[in-house]
């Protein structure tokens, strides 16, 4: 019976141990879906930009504000990372979002005055805040859960995408008013409009 007894006992330890080691890695898990699920419209709003695609911009730059803000809403619910190793498995995704945030910025920069000309710069400096205010809510929520020795590493990471945006929105901010654009992304289109 006792033999039972502690056979019972040393069960439940071990299912405990295995049921909390798979629910961290399960929030590590989330942590990195979040991420990574950022970096396609992300992605798609840097192609339109490059092929100048003045259509896909405008229906593109809020789906990617609406990623973001529900991935934030997504890891609101989430633990903190207990571990270094954890913790470092965001820098990856983090690197990418910053990469494209940089060439993102500076594509909106350069075409700035094609924008101006088309209408659409109160539009285009409209989504850099809203992208700059979802990267610092983003920065400041890893900040606070990651394992502190690598902390410095996640915010300057988070940072970096933060005040590429911030460059973006000084730039737009120098340029004469435009009209301002609301898409309707309820309806698709096959075709597209490309600035010259």
């Known amino acids: 019976m006792k033999i039972a007894t502690a056979f019972i006992v040393i069960l439940s330890l071990t299912l405990d141990v295995v ?5 961290i890695k399960r929030d590590v898990n989330h942590y990195l879906t979040v991420l990574h699920m950022l970096v396609p419209p992300l992605q798609e709003l840097n192609d339109a930009l490059e092929s100048r695609d003045l259509q896909n911009i405008v229906l593109l730059g809020p789906k990617m ?4 803000r529900d991935g934030l809403e ?4 989430d633990v903190p990372l207990p571990t270094v190793e954890d913790s470092l498995l965001l820098r990856s995704p983090l690197e990418e979002l910053e990469f494209l945030a940089y060439h993102l910025v500076n594509l909106l920069i350069g075409l700035k005055d094609l924008f101006i000309s088309a209408g659409i710069g109160d539009f285009i400096r409209e989504i850099l805040k809203r992208l700059h205010s979802g990267f610092l809510s983003l920065c400041n ?15 300057d990471l988070c ?14 901010n120098t ?8 898409p309707t992304p309820s309806t698709t289109s096959t075709s597209t409009t490309t600035i010259p």
Do not use: K
Request: net charge negative.
């Open 175 to 182: 340029t004469p008013t435009s009209t301002t654009i609301s």
């Open 159 to 172: 940072s970096s995408a933060v005040l590429a945006y911030q460059r973006g929105i000084d730039a737009y």
């Open 19 to 23: 049921s909390n080691s798979i629910f």
């Open 141 to 155: 929520l890893l900040s606070a859960r990651v394992s502190p020795e690598v902390e410095h590493i996640i915010e």
């Open 65 to 68: 504000d609406d990623a973001l």
């Open 74 to 77: 997504s890891l609101r619910l």
